[in-house]
């Protein structure tokens, strides 16, 4: 068992988990609030409806790469796991559609 303080890093994996895991939801409900329309009506603003579906797409699928990444680089073997997960679900509901055909 190894003696002296932790890692001055070893938070970085889980503030990229809470990124990934509370960051996305929250641009997809504002994706949906501000370009949800009626009937055929205007979105409340279309361009930052676009900007958080965008910004969605790319905390949904860019943290858990770039968790992984830095987890394999970084020796964290609890990291690369996690995101090693999330990534591998990500790419199952990726992949669902195509399997259906």
Known sequence: MRSGPPPKDAAWPWLLFLLWILGTPVLGVLWFSYGFA???????????????????????????VLGLLLALLSGRRAAAIVFGVALLAVAALLAWPMLLK
């Open 38 to 64: 009626l009937v055929g009506g205007q979105a409340a603003d279309r361009r930052l409806s676009e900007l958080c579906g965008n910004g969605m797409m790319i905390v949904g699928i860019g943290v858990p």
